[in-house]
């Protein structure tokens, strides 16, 4: 009788998997090249701020007599006509220039104002400056909403290629070997060294960069309205949120908070008996605000924010670069301390995505954190250069489509599940995912031989 051998057990979802693990390199390698490079520029920021305004630094004896607020903020509004004063910001130390921005609707320059003199040294718009510039390419690309959904996409791709990469590679090693897993092996060809670069690249940086891709996620416009519409409706929204929400969002903010001082600045004329064509509201209540702002001993820089509408309190708020530092506070324009919050005080969702912002800039643990950063960031293009090498060298021919694999997979559907997860938790995603699988089933049906070329082969 005649031996019956059981059939190979066939993965359903195996190709699915590799062809995401491929197109969502496709998709993920020149944006991650990019925001690999602007994200390693920004997270030097303060070393990079540090040289760029090292001329104003240490220009008059800190001890020797210095201009008070009021003077100081009128020598820079009269230095933009037409703005008033948005936020006074405390000198890091007693000789150093004051910075002051001032504005026009949406538009805010910042102007740096001799301590002494009360000279205009320089102004330059805010969102002209080179590390917001540098910013903005980093979150955006400089496009707005599109650049933030198209970043924010790829962002969410990424994840599904890290996580993709380590299933398909993982199974394949058989047990005990370090070689190709944890180091590559180096001297055993072209083929295998540029195999295990992507590999042990991968499998060390994946931690590093999912959080990095996780904790960049609440400044995305897309995704970001998606958590404050959770925590709105889960009741856990507390006060106003502690990160970007994109450029519209803040043009937005600083239009309706430039229409509020000017409204506040107009109430005072009328019934103060006076011509103030400069300060909002009054001119002495930055004197006694600032005054009280320097004894709170916030973590530099701090800012000064006059009051927006009849009865609220100036604003004083840290804006120093690790966040879990930053605290805020309430003051009367007598500079009666009505409150402080602190950053402890804040919710827990707050202080999470706090600690997480500050880690994704490498400001939590100062040049260790840049410089774990900065690793993660060079490994995620080693990755990118890598994954080009490998498709190029085993490119089918005359195709597009992955390189064909050469072992079974198995346990690909707890992927296939995973992947339906982050589906429903990034919404934008969840629709390119969508899109990608109608687009497929289409090609497959309606133009054949496109579908072929692009690897997407009937199962």
Not at 107 to 114: G, T
Not at 388 to 416: N, Q, Y
Request: charged share 20%.
């Amino acid at each position: 009788m005649t031996e019956v051998l059981p059939t190979p057990r066939r993965e359903r979802w195996y190709r699915a998997v590799w062809r995401w693990h491929f197109y969502a390199g496709l998709l993920c390698v020149p944006l991650v090249l990019w925001l690999s490079v602007t994200g390693g520029i920004y997270l030097f920021k303060p070393q990079i701020e540090g040289l760029l305004y090292a001329p104003y630094r240490n220009l008059a004896n800190p001890a020797g007599p210095r201009l008070v607020p009021e003077a100081i903020a009128a020598s820079a509004v009269s230095a933009v006509p037409g703005s008033i004063l948005h936020k006074y910001v405390l000198p890091k130390a007693p000789g150093d220039a004051v910075e002051v921005l001032v504005g026009r609707n949406g538009e805010d320059v910042r102007v740096w104002v001799h301590p002494r003199t009360g000279e205009v040294l320089h102004r330059a718009a805010e969102e002209s400056r080179f590390m917001r510039v540098v910013f903005r390419l980093h979150g955006e690309l400089l496009a707005g909403d599109r650049g933030s959904a198209l970043v924010e996409t790829a962002a969410c791709w990424t994840i599904v290629m890290l996580l993709t990469g380590l299933f398909l590679w993982w199974p394949r090693q058989s047990g005990g070997r370090l070689a190709g897993v944890l180091y590559p092996r180096l001297r055993r060809g072209r083929a295998l060294f540029w195999r295990d670069i992507h590999a042990v690249t991968g499998l060390w940086i994946t931690i590093g960069a999912l959080f990095l891709i996780a904790s960049g996620l609440p400044w995305a416009n897309a995704w970001g309205d998606y958590f404050r519409q959770v925590r709105a409706i889960t009741g856990t929204l507390d006060g106003k949120q502690d990160w970007s929400a994109g450029s519209g969002a803040e043009t937005r903010e600083r239009v309706r908070a430039d229409a509020g001082m000017r409204a506040m600045m107009s109430e005072h004329a009328e019934h103060g008996g006076m011509s103030m064509m400069h300060m909002a509201p009054a001119p002495a209540a930055l004197d006694a605000v600032v005054w009280r702002a320097e004894t709170l001993r916030f973590a530099a820089p701090v800012e000064v924010s006059p009051p927006t509408a009849p009865g609220m309190p100036w604003q004083v708020r840290s804006q120093a670069e690790n966040r879990p530092r930053r605290d805020s506070a309430e003051v009367a324009e007598s500079g009666r301390l009505i409150g402080i919050q602190r950053f402890a005080d804040r919710h827990w969702i707050d202080r999470t995505v706090g600690y997480g912002v500050a880690i994704h800039e490498g400001a939590w643990w100062g040049l260790a954190n840049q410089l774990a950063n900065l690793a993660v960031l060079l490994g995620l293009m080693m990755l990118c250069i890598s994954s080009i090498v490998l498709w190029w060298r085993r490119r089918p021919g005359r195709m597009l489509g992955a390189p064909a694999s050469f072992a079974p997979l198995r346990h690909s559907w707890a992927l296939v599940l995973l992947v339906v997860v982050l589906a429903l938790v990034m919404p934008l995603f969840g629709l390119s995912l969508a899109l990608a699988v109608v687009v497929e089933g289409s090609f497959k049906r309606l133009l054949p031989p496109l579908a072929s070329w692009m690897g997407w082969r009937k199962a």
